[in-house]
């Protein structure tokens, strides 16, 4: 079950109708879900479902569910995505509820439809670790993930992730989203460090995604680094096997390799 990540007219009719007929709604916070079902004028039962009680009510969710219509609400966007639920759905499914998904809004998914950045292939990785040493580590496992990656942050966090992805990731160009479908939405764009420098003083208010482009290309290498490879290679390789060698080794048209090979081949045994 879905709600709306900012909008309440961004919620389907399919799913007012589900809550409308649902016997009970599992929500991470009944003051929230209460305005939503208020605001639509339906009178389901509400039971908090968060992660401090997670494990003492499933049991009796998972019960009631093989009776009857229970849904699942997170106070915004899609429940399971940085939202709890996993284990009850895991659960309830091993125990035999049939399962449907509402789908609805979620920030991710949002951003990225308008960042900009390749959307054919993208990680989400929810939340970085607030502490230094852990979120660099964790963004060191990113960095050579062939693909966009997205993430959710706070305002006061936002300058020193952007930094610090900057630091783990390069200069790669990205994207931040701030109160999407809401009234303040924007979506700035620019490099990570003019993007860190932004904010560097002044935190934003607000919800944030950050969308950051897929791995920059390699710098071509020059001319210097493939003879000094070259070199090398033909201390103790014939001239075929050592272009082979570096044409691999630095990602280039073996032909072109070939070529330089004989060349310098030439000049070496001249000397
Ligand atoms: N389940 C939600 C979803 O599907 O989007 C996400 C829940 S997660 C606990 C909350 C985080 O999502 C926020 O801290 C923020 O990073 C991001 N977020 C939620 N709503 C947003 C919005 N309207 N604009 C930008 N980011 C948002």
């Given at each position: 079950m879905a709600t709306p990540i900012g909008n309440l007219?961004?919620?389907s009719p399919r799913a007012l109708a589900v809550l409308a007929g649902a016997s009970l709604i599992a929500c991470e916070d009944t003051r929230v879900t209460g305005k939503l079902l208020h605001y639509f004028n339906i009178s389901t039962r509400m039971m908090p479902y968060h992660d401090h009680n997670a494990a003492r009510v499933r049991p009796a969710l998972i019960a009631r569910a093989l009776a009857e219509p229970v849904a699942l609400v997170s106070d915004?966007?899609?429940?399971?995505?940085?939202?709890?639920g996993c284990k009850l759905v895991a659960e309830a499914r091993a125990a035999g509820v049939t399962i449907v998904t509402i789908p609805g809004p979620s920030a991710v998914i949002a951003a990225l439809s308008i960042a900009?950045?390749?959307?054919d292939r993208f990680l989400f990785a929810g939340f970085l670790p607030a502490k230094a040493g852990a979120r660099a580590a964790a963004i060191a496992e990113l960095a050579a993930v062939p693909a966009t990656l997205a993430f959710y942050e706070s305002g006061p966090r936002l300058a020193a992730t952007l930094a610090a992805l900057r630091e783990g990731l390069g200069d790669r160009p990205a994207a931040v989203g701030r109160e999407l479908t809401k009234r303040h939405e924007e979506m700035v764009t620019g490099s990570l460090s003019t993007l860190a420098a932004r904010w560097a003083d002044t935190p934003p208010k607000g919800e944030l995604v950050v969308i950051v482009g897929p791995p920059l290309p390699a710098a071509a290498p020059e001319a210097g680094d493939i003879d000094s490879a070259l070199t090398e290679a033909l201390a103790t390789m014939r001239v075929k096997e050592a272009a082979r060698h570096v044409a691999e080794r630095l990602g280039l048209p073996k032909s072109e390799v070939y070529a330089r090979a004989l060349a310098l081949k030439a000049t070496l045994g001249d000397g």
């Open positions: 007219g961004d919620i915004a966007g899609t429940p399971l995505i940085s939202d709890p900009g950045l390749p959307t």
